[in-house]
Structure formats: C-alpha cells, structure tokens
C-alpha cells in the first residue's frame, strides 16, 4: 500500500487542560506517513506554552511538526490558514480538545484512496463521547444529534442528513484536500464550520461512510456542543447554521431538496428569534 501524506490539523484556543491529550493521541496511531500542524489562535490560557514543551519534546520522533502561535482570527480563519500550511494529500481535522483514537488513519486512508475514482474525496466516521475527565459518557457522537446511520448508506440520505439534522459531530473526517477546490474554503465570516462544509460535501456526492468509532469527541461546558453555552454563543451559532444553509440551497441539486432546505431555514430563523426574545427578558 502506497502511505500518502496525511496532515493532522489543529485549531487550538483556550484548551491548555486537554490540547497535549489531543498531540499525544496522534504519536500512537502508527500511520506512517503524517505531519501535524497547529494554530494557537489567541489563546489567554497556557496552551501556548504547553504546545511549545511538548514540540520541543517530539522533534525526535522524525515526524514533521508545524506550529504557528499568534493573535486571534476564529475558527474558520484559522482552519483556511491551517489548509494552507498543510502538505498532504489528505487533512484530518482535530480539535485541540478532542483526540484520535483506534489507530485507523491507515485504514481509512485506504478507503478514501479506493473510492476516489468514484469520487468521493471525504470519509465520516463516528466518535466516543468523553467527558471533561475523558471518561466515556457516550458510544456515539452522531447519537448527540439524534444521527440515523441507515441514511448515510446512500448518497441522498447523506444529504438529506446534512440539511435536516447534521449528526457529524468530532473530529470523524478524513478529507481529500482537492474538495476545497470543488466548494471553496470555510467562509471566515462563520462562528462554525461544519454545516457549511458537509453541506456543501454532501451536494456532490463526495461523502463516504465508515460506521467505526475513529476518535474521542469531548462534551465539556466550554465547547459550542455543551449545554452550558451562553445565549449570544447560540445565537451566533445558530446565526452560522442559517448562513450556511441560506449559501447551499442553490447546491442542492432537486428542487425536493431545497424545500428541506427552506423549511430548515424557517425553523431555524424562528429559533434565533425566541433566542433573541429570550435574551432581552434575561437582559431586563
């Protein structure tokens, strides 16, 4: 099997308890062939400092290691400058508070390689819940949301999914970088990437499933995903999901889609509403 070049890439902001978990998950999957690149985006925490000690510790290990620490731009930003500095073929993202897990970067590297002639240039797979200890809470992070895993057997189902109910939570990707020329980069105007992205993914067809559990996704009171976000958090989260979708209906390709499309950004514009609404009376 040919082994090519994956890049490991890290948005790192304010996780200086979880982010050397995050790098040392990458040391033990045995992929012969990856590099890892890092973005401290303006950390206030010690993240900066950790990341450094432990590049410092890891230059051995003959294994290439990109770090760039410097002002705060968000999320989106920071992954477009984190494409950019990636050299492989392939892009896994890792958020700094998550982690791989089950040595299957070989495999799905293989899966991918396969499949490209059809192509499909992106493999979703599925994570383990850990909590903030990193003990597990949850076998599946696609069931956070509710996920039907029948609907990814199928491209349409994939889409359908996408536009109704994303249950790709974690970082589950492997992405063949050639997708971005396709559907562009992430628009930096976005609070969240995600929806845009698998969205747009989905839309032509170049979404794979591989139902196995390939990461650690952490639910803790400080990510977007906890129950425990403020109400302008929500609001610009939820602001980014009705973007995404008001961007990508025209990706659609049935006019059946599109529909969903509509009646996803009804819903969703009803529910900034009420968080609106909801964040005046807490505010009087």
Not at 62 to 86: F, Q
Not at 171 to 193: H, Q, R, V, W
Not at 200 to 226: C, E, P, Q
């Amino acid at each position: 099997m040919k082994y090519p070049l994956v890049s490991i890439i890290i948005p790192c902001y304010n996780h200086e308890k979880y982010v050397v978990e995050a790098l040392n998950s990458i040391l033990d999957d045995t992929y012969p062939n990856k590099e890892i690149v890092v973005i401290n985006d303006g950390s206030t925490d010690n993240s900066n400092n950790l990341i450094n000690h432990w590049v410092s510790q890891h230059y051995a290990n003959h294994l290439s290691i990109k770090y760039k620490n410097r002002s705060n731009k968000g999320l989106c930003a920071t992954l477009n400058e984190l494409l950019e500095l990636a050299k492989g073929k392939y892009v896994l993202p890792l958020a700094s508070d998550d982690a791989l897990y089950g040595n299957t970067i070989e495999q799905r590297v293989s899966i991918l390689e396969e499949n490209e002639k059809h192509g499909k240039l992106v493999l979703v797979s599925d994570a383990l819940v850990i909590d903030e200890n990193s003990n597990i809470t949850g076998q599946s992070s696609m069931a956070i949301n509710k996920g039907d895993k029948l609907k990814f057997k199928t491209d349409i189902g994939i889409l359908k999914e996408m536009i109704t109910n994303p249950s790709t939570v974690g970082p589950i990707s492997l992405i063949n970088k050639t997708i971005y020329n396709k559907i562009g980069l992430y628009p930096e105007d976005l609070f969240a990437e995600d929806w845009f992205f698998y969205q747009r993914a989905a839309s032509i067809k170049a979404i794979l499933f591989y139902d196995k559990v390939v990461s650690l996704y952490r639910m803790h009171s400080s990510n977007t995903s906890g129950g425990n976000i403020s109400i302008n958090q929500n609001i610009r989260l939820t602001c980014a999901i009705k973007t995404s979708i008001y961007r990508n209906i025209s990706w659609y390709p049935t006019l059946y889609l599109k529909f969903l499309g509509v009646k996803k950004l009804i819903r969703v514009m009803l529910i900034i509403l009420k968080l609106r609404v909801k964040r005046t009376l807490t505010n009087n």
